[in-house]
């Protein structure tokens, strides 16, 4: 079982439909938690991170942790297709210093039709 | 700040040639990274280095690949001899603190 588990998708949605992405992680020490969005050909950026347990919220986009079941969520309201990218999460023990180095999923393709 | 920029951004080339990705990482980070993403295997760390040091190469698939820091402004990865599995496309990123940069990535394909 690899450390961090995605459905690699494709996940395909009518605009403005609320899109869930999902993973589920083996590794208890993870305290971390980040969502990368991949455009095609382009390299992986942030999108999100928390901390622990809990929600977090930045306009359309909602990340959820549940640390008790070691899942992960990231909610996209209202979809455009302009959101069409793959989406990575990833985490790590430490945000900063020699152990910061994240696990990342393999990451989930979306697809916002108009 | 231009970002992270590697180069070539492709690269196409026959098995047994040797093949040279370079970055150029963002000015003021002291961490650098080597990663290869394949549809197969997703985002796969290679190798990484702090203040031009490796730290961690335990990614690095063998010793057909190699990775220098030779200074705080350039890094290298090498693949010698090149075999048509390692096609992918690897990205170099860089960081400071926390969040971790990437460049736009080398497709790699070795006929």
């Known amino acids: 079982q690899k450390e961090v588990e995605q459905d690699p998708g494709p996940l395909s949605v009518p605009e403005g439909a609320i899109v869930s992405l999902n993973c589920t992680y083996s590794?208890?020490?993870?305290?971390?938690f980040m969502w990368y969005r991949q455009y095609s050909r382009k390299g992986p950026e942030l999108l999100m991170y928390t901390y622990s347990s809990g929600n977090k919220e930045d306009g359309r986009f909602t990340a959820q942790v549940d640390k008790s079941s070691k899942y992960i969520s990231l909610f996209i309201r209202d979809s455009q297709p302009s959101d069409s990218a793959t989406y990575l999460c990833a985490m790590s023990g430490t945000l900063s210093g020699g152990s910061y180095i994240p696990t990342f999923g393999r990451g989930t393709s979306l697809i916002v039709h108009p | 700040d231009a970002g992270v920029i590697q180069s070539p951004r492709h690269e196409v080339t026959e098995m047994g040639q040797e093949v040279t990705l370079r970055c150029k990482p963002i000015?003021?980070?002291?961490?650098l990274f080597w990663y290869r993403q394949t549809m197969m295997r997703g985002l796969e760390l290679l190798i990484y280095f702090n203040n031009n040091v490796p730290i961690d190469d335990s990614g690095m698939p063998e010793d057909r690949f190699s990775a220098k820091m030779p200074n705080a402004s350039f890094s290298t990865l090498k693949i010698q001899p090149s075999e048509p599995r390692d096609s992918a496309v690897y990205f170099c990123?860089?960081?400071?603190?926390?969040?971790?940069?990437f460049g736009p990535g080398t497709r790699l394909t070795v006929l």
């Open positions: 590794n208890s020490a993870f305290q971390y």
């Open positions: 000015s003021g980070h002291d961490y």
């Open positions: 990123a860089s960081s400071f603190v926390g969040e971790q940069f």
